[in-house]
Structure formats: C-alpha cells, structure tokens
C-alpha cells in the first residue's frame, strides 16, 4: 500500500504541472522516445527501496524530456544556437524544479517527506529522436503502517 501511496503521489504532483504532457512509470531503458509521445513527458522510475522501523524509504530515479526542434531556423546572430535545446532545458528544468519545491514544503495528510534530491543533470541529444531533458534521484519517505 505504501508503495502506491508514495508513487501516486509523485504522479499527481505532475499532473498537477501544465507543462506536463506524458507521464510514464518503466526503467529508463524502457521509455518509449518514439516521436508519437507527447511532450514533455515525465519517467517516474521506482529504483529501490527501504523497509525501516517506522517508514518505508522510496529511491525514483526521475526523467524529464522535451523534443527538439528540427526545423531549421535563421540565424540572426552568431551567438543564437540553431536548435531549441535551452528552451527544452529550461522547460524541463522548470517541471523538475517546481515537483522539487513542491514536495518539499508539502504538507501532507499522508505524512510523505522528501529525504533527499540529488542534483539535477542535463540530457542533451538524447536517442534517435533528439530529446533534452533532466533527470535526478529523489528519495521520499511513507509510514510503515504494515505492520508485522
């Protein structure tokens, strides 16, 4: 049930972004880049856990991807990139920093508590289909109403 409940949570967290278009939950090395997708879409992979005394401790392994352009634009300016690869940065990096914020001044019915965000990472080129994102680890904590 905890696992539900933490995972749940990340997933209506994103659906409450408008950015977010896609929301996925596999292992990175199944998500789906084909151009089909509609972007941005968010990976939400539940790498590891921990059972404690009092909490079960989540390890997901976040994935935010935008598409790249690939029309070709003017280049009105030697400094301009001829790509749309910050915009895409920025616009994931948006979507992760607003979850990030979020989560941590959450107050919460469910007592659900951010332990840890490790720092957020680039993507640049990514697959066949040239995507760049952002991607980062965040570690969250439910009560361990189990029991024995």
Known sequence: MELSIATNFLIERFQDNPLVNTISCMKQTEIDHNKANIY???NIDLNQSEVLET???FY???HIYQQRDSEPRTNLNNKLLNTNMI???NETYSIATK??????SYNNDLDID???VTPVEMLKNVSTNLLDGVTFTIVI???NTTGC
């Open 87 to 89: 915009d895409n940065l």
């Open 60 to 62: 997901y392994i976040i």
């Open 141 to 143: 904590e439910a009560p």
């Open 99 to 104: 979850l990030i914020n979020n989560v941590r």
């Open 114 to 116: 951010v332990v840890q």
């Open 55 to 57: 909490v079960h401790r």
């Open 40 to 42: 941005p879409l968010v």
